[in-house]
């Protein structure tokens, strides 16, 4: 049985009753079968017994949790069992070992900038990203390379603003809150993909508190903000794209009361309902010859880093192809 993702927006409670779990909530009850769930996204307030994480570990299913604003706000990683102390002292070593980390570091943000280029070169938008590349190579701290990709983002979103309509337009990246819809789905967007990132994660070997362009801190998995800089821009960006040149949201999907800048719950479940869509969207790998999914190229960059680590194969960054 294929496992997917399961989305929660409501409040309620989570029950156990032998191998399935049941969502509870003020319309009735919805099993989730457990051989079926992939990970499960939770927006509302949610009540889980401990008979339901004992289960969530053995099976090895994580619960990313978000707030009513839609932000991220912690996951439960289950038990890991696919254990390597080989691969963890190599990850430490590409972290401690400073020209490993800037080269780790240059490639992510080489492969977020390229990516930029490509959704920007399908508007027919001009750019600089050639340049901001070659700037790339000249850097030799981690800070020079984070003021690249600031730049990069910047630039980036000032020409998106050439294509959207005047309500959707970003202006100034603004977080935490956001300032506008566009704002706030570039939020809601990345929040969503930092998630799925930390579940591709999980089901590998590495380490996801190690990471090599955002600093490793206590609480976070750093490892998933690296690798979200590649998909950013081809997952998340053109998903909000695809949304507001469709018509398919306005500002009926956004609370009024708190200037448009946050989702209501018809927004919230059109954006997922698309994202969904999109990660189980398939294209034609280069390399490997066969349909991959978008959630599987992800997985396809953790194996990539697993063996630029390990020594077996130079790590090169995924760039959209299409």
Not at 34 to 49: F, N, P, V
Not at 88 to 101: A, C, S
Not at 193 to 210: A, D, F, R, V
Request: charged share 30%.
């Amino acid at each position: 049985m294929t496992r997917k993702n399961y989305y929660i927006l409501t409040n309620g409670l989570l029950k156990r009753k032998e191998n399935t779990l049941y969502f509870i909530n003020k319309d009735g009850k919805r099993p989730l079968p457990i051989h079926a769930i992939y990970s499960i996204y939770t927006y509302g307030a949610l009540s889980i017994s401990s008979q339901v994480v004992n289960l969530l570990s053995k099976e090895g299913i994580p619960i990313h949790f978000f707030n009513r604003y839609g932000f991220y706000t912690g996951s439960f990683y289950p038990r890991e069992t696919l254990l390597s102390g080989d691969l963890l002292i190599k990850q430490v070593e590409h972290f401690i070992d400073n020209e490993k980390r800037l080269k780790l570091a240059s490639d992510f943000v080489k492969g977020a900038i390229s990516n930029m280029k490509r959704v920007l070169s399908y508007y027919n938008l001009d750019n600089n990203m050639d340049a901001l590349l070659e700037n790339l190579n000249s850097c030799d701290k981690i800070t020079e390379i984070m003021n690249v990709e600031g730049r990069a983002r910047a630039d980036y979103y000032r020409l998106l603003d050439k294509i959207l309509p005047k309500d959707f337009r970003i202006g100034q990246r603004t977080r935490r809150p956001p300032k506008n819809m566009t704002n706030a789905l570039i939020s809601f967007g990345n929040s969503l993909l930092y998630s799925t990132i930390i579940s591709e994660i999980y089901n590998t070997q590495l380490n996801p508190t190690i990471s090599y362009l955002h600093e490793p801190f206590e609480r976070r998995y750093s490892l998933a903000l690296d690798i979200s800089e590649l998909f950013k821009p081809i997952i998340i960006d053109r998903l909000i794209l695809y949304l507001i040149k469709k018509n398919m949201i306005d500002k009926t999907d956004f609370e009024k009361d708190l200037n448009y800048s946050l989702l209501n719950e018809n927004g919230k479940r059109k954006f997922i309902a698309e994202y969904d869509k999109r990660l189980k969207k398939t294209i034609k790998h280069r390399k490997i010859g066969r349909k991959v999914s978008y959630k599987r190229l992800i997985r396809l960059e953790c194996y990539k880093l697993i063996k630029h680590v390990l020594g077996k194969e130079q790590y090169k960054p995924f760039i959209s192809w299409w």
